[in-house]
């Protein structure tokens, strides 16, 4: 059975760094692709970061580009999502999520932005909160 677990949300000022980890199980790790996605207050849903486990292939939301990482260990089974600069507008529930899909078709689309339904395992988030 697919799981996946995050961890690492928290508290940080504005300007601040934080690192989230989505630990997985249950599957072939480099089959899958993994997205982190958020649910800001009062707000949609939205995809932040996602990368393939085979070639490590990464897309970024528009806002976080530059200022989020997202990495993927395979020995650990691990995704991170590395934030940095923080700003309050980053408060939110951040959720991992993943799918199964080859790298040659994963760099065809940003399937986060465009096909979030697509992602058919999601872990029950965490809380990040950026305030002074």
């Known amino acids: 059975e697919l799981h996946l677990v995050e961890s690492g949300g928290g508290l940080v000022q504005p300007g601040g760094s934080m690192t989230l980890s989505c630990a997985t199980s249950g599957f072939t790790f480099e089959e899958y692709a993994i997205a982190w996605f958020r649910q800001l207050p009062g707000q949609g849903r939205e995809g932040v970061a996602c990368i393939s486990n085979t070639d490590t292939y990464e897309f970024y939301e528009d806002s976080v580009e530059g200022r989020f990482t997202i990495t993927s260990d395979s020995a650990l089974k691990t995704v991170f999502l590395h934030m940095t600069n923080l700003k309050p507008k980053d408060t939110g529930v951040y959720h991992c999520?993943?799918?199964?899909?080859?790298?040659?078709?994963?760099?065809?689309?940003?399937?986060?932005?465009?096909?979030?339904?697509?992602?058919?395992?999601w872990g029950q988030g965490t809380q990040g909160t950026v305030s002074s």
């Open positions: 999520a993943a799918f199964t899909i080859s790298f040659v078709e994963f760099r065809k689309r940003d399937y986060m932005r465009e096909a979030s339904h697509e992602f058919d395992c």
